[in-house]
Nanobody
């Protein structure tokens, strides 16, 4: 049974950091990428970053570049999203998902992702 479980969210002060984890089961990260999405209140879900099996990372928006990065540890079946210098605009529910491809897409299309985690809430306060 395929499962993705996020953790690591919480309350953090502006300027702080968090590392989110996505533990997968039922498949291996040797062949599948993991993409991180987020959905802020009142906004559509958007792609944040993707990590492939070689730990090559694609970041999808300029506002994340330099602050967010993704990685994975195949031995732990876990993908990570490191988020630094957080601000209130980063408040959102963060999800990990897979589209069963072995390369990160140039742009994310939600419809391509068939398996999702339940999400973890990140709240940034001033």
């Amino acid at each position: 049974q395929v499962e993705l479980v996020e953790s690591g969210g919480g309350l953090v002060q502006s300027g702080g950091s968090l590392r989110l984890s996505c533990v997968v089961s039922g498949f291996t990260l040797d062949f599948s990428t993991i993409t991180w999405f987020r959905q802020a209140p009142g906004k559509e879900r958007e792609g944040v970053a993707c990590v492939d099996r070689t730990n090559t990372v694609t970041v999808y928006t300029d506002s994340y570049r330099g602050r967010f990065t993704a990685s994975s540890d195949k031995t732990q079946s876990t993908a990570f999203l490191q988020m630094n210098n957080l601000n209130s605009d980063d408040t959102a529910v963060y999800y990990c998902a897979t589209n069963w491809d072995n390369k990160c897409p140039r742009a994310t299309q939600e419809r391509d992702y068939t398996n999702w985690g339940q999400g973890t809430q990140v709240t940034v306060y001033s």
